[in-house]
Every structure is written in structure tokens, then in C-alpha cells.
């Protein structure tokens, strides 16, 4: 079966794209042509079009070029689904762009009353950093996830305590969650083969595990016994609540909980 091949001046006048923006994403390895004529012309075909419109939705949500690779390697291939997937994200970002239009509405209606109050400004920057901080957390988890943590958030966190991680979480990104996941995978292993091997609670293995285990904690904490209380609470509710119904996957088993609450003991 023939297929219908455009030269990059007749693929970019028909997807309204510009020659050099096409060159581009060949060059940053988005969307290369589907063949080459003998002379070195790029030749694309009609299904580089479905290609095209994915990069430039995915653009369109604020995602970065790197990501857009991401999302298109490990992402749906077929046009249904990847239009249904495109869909809901693009109701995401007009959900999130409605609370800050609120928020300015609200807003304005204050300052009619009061030029002066500043108090309504700072809460439209509240509201647009978080919907923001949103952007990436959207690729990992879905509304109702995140809706079910801020749940979790709000009933184990006092008003304080979500406030201070709010205001952190500003300037949490991408980058700096996958280091961190990086890390407790790590010591999620290390607790399983611990556990599997049989290992004493006060072997230098465990006690390590142990001393890892508290720095991660502390670095989330930063050292708030509050903090670190709701959190502890937090995660138990998370451990008792049934898998399917649990806002994100929990990695250690009840047997290996067990075994890091006796190592814990150890030092204390």
C-alpha cells in the first residue's frame, strides 16, 4: 500500500508549522522524517501528522521538549487514545486556569473596596504557584490521586504544618522528586532483602538502612517533631487502607514493616 510523502515545505505549509520549527524537532530527535530522497531531502508521511499534533499539544501544557520525548516514548500510539489522553490533560490545565481566574475575580472585587489590600494579590500568587507546582505531578498521578493526598494532607497536617509544606513544595520540582524517589527505592530494596534474608534488627546492614531511612525522613521534615508526627500518622493510614483504594502504590510489606520498626528500636 502507497503512502502520500510530503517534502518538509509541503508537510510544514499543510500542519501550519514552520520549516525551520520541523528542522528543529528532527534535530532534537522529536519527529524525523520518514525517509530521505537520494538527493538528502526529508520526506514525512501522513502519520508524522499524528506525531506533529502530539509534540505540540504536550507544548501547549507546558511541557518541556525533553519531557514531550518522554511522554511520546512510553505514551499511548494509537490516535484514539492518544486524543483521549490529550483531552483530559488539556481539562486539567483549564480546570487549574480556572481557580486562579477565581482567584482574580475574587480578587478584584476586594480591591473595589480596599486598593490597598494586599492580602488578596499574595492569595492570586498562592493560587497561581500552585497550579503551577501541578504542571508535573499531572504525568505521575491522576485528579483523583492528587485529590485524595491533599485529602490526607488536610486531615493529618494542622493549618501550620500545611502551610510550611505548601510553601515548599513552590519550588519542589520534577528533577528534584525523581532524585528523591531515586533514593527511596533504594532503601525500599535494601529493607526487602533484609527482610527476605532473615537479617538481625542490630546488624551493621540494618542499622545503616535505619540511619539512611531517618535522613530522607529529615530532609522532608526538616527536623519538625509536628511535621514528622503527621507524617508517620499519615503513612500508616496509607498502610491500613486497602490497595486498590490507596492514592499511590505502597512498597513495604507489613513483614518487612515489622523488621524496620524492630531496627529502628535498636537506636533508640
Known sequence: MSRTL????EFARKASVSVRTLRYYDKMGLLSPAQYTESGHR????????????IL?????????????QCIEIGPTSLQESLALQKAMMREKRARLDV????IIETEALLQANTQNWEAIIHVIQVTQMAQTNDWQRKYFTLEQMQQMEDLSKRHYTEEQHQ???ERGKHWTEADQ???TQQWNALFAELKRLTAEGQDPASPDAQTLV??????VHQFTQGDVGIETSLR???SEVAKTPENKRPYAFPVTQEEGEFLQKAMAVQQ
Open 6 to 9: 510530503y517534502y518538509t515545505s
Open 164 to 166: 510550611q509544606l505548601a
Open 233 to 235: 500518622d499519615l503513612t
Open 211 to 216: 540511619r539512611q531511612w531517618r535522613s530522607l
Open 43 to 54: 520526506l514525512y508521511s501522513e502519520t508524522d501528522f499524528l506525531r506533529l499534533q502530539q
Open 57 to 69: 499539544s504536550l507544548k501547549f501544557l507546558g511541557f518541556s521538549l525533553q519531557e514531550i520525548q
Open 100 to 103: 486562579v481566574i477565581q482567584a
Open 178 to 180: 525523581q532524585v528523591v
